[in-house]
């Protein structure tokens, strides 16, 4: 596979991005999410700074963004990162592109934790993560039910080596 380019997100990208976001819903394993927001009300949920869709050959194969945990003063350098990778582009470095590159724009922007979590059965999105520094901070067990079924959720954060210090 041609390596992916990355880019900001546009608002044109939505669909695609919507699309893929709703093939991650469908695995069941990817969020808690059943049903893919509107435009305006994901827009506001991000950082406009920090999402980027990933490129192969003019066609968007996944997208990565970052949301903050909270609007208090005191959590504005933590993020919730959230990637997604198109069905049949997955495992071929896409998400660890992508993940690299918010690595990349969350450090230049002084943001220093960034944090996700992933159900336990989510082994390729957990291994990707722990591969760019993600470390486990504790499973978060019976969190909540997804398809009349408890989940538990492995919690990660990634701490800036330079942002924060």
């Not at 819903?25 to 927001?37: K, L, Q, W």
């Amino acid at each position: 596979m041609t390596e992916p380019l990355i880019e900001a997100m546009a608002p044109e990208d939505w669909p695609t991005v919507r699309e893929i976001y709703q093939q991650g819903i469908a695995t069941g394993n990817a969020t808690f999410e059943v049903e893919v927001p509107a435009w305006e009300e994901w827009d506001q949920a991000h950082h406009s700074d920090h999402r980027f869709v990933a490129r192969v050959n003019g066609r968007i194969v996944g997208w990565v963004a970052l949301a903050p945990v909270s609007r208090r003063h005191v959590y504005r350098g933590v993020a919730e990162v959230s990637v997604y990778v198109a069905a049949g582009d997955r495992g071929r470095g896409v998400g660890r592109a992508l993940l690299s590159a918010t690595v990349q724009s969350s450090e230049r922007a002084g943001i220093w934790t960034l944090q996700t979590g992933i159900f336990r059965e989510n082994e390729a999105s957990l291994a990707l993560h722990r591969r760019l520094g993600f470390r486990e901070v504790g499973i978060r067990e019976r969190i909540g039910q997804h398809h009349d079924a408890w989940r538990d959720v492995v919690f990660l954060e990634r701490r800036s080596a330079h942002a924060g210090n």
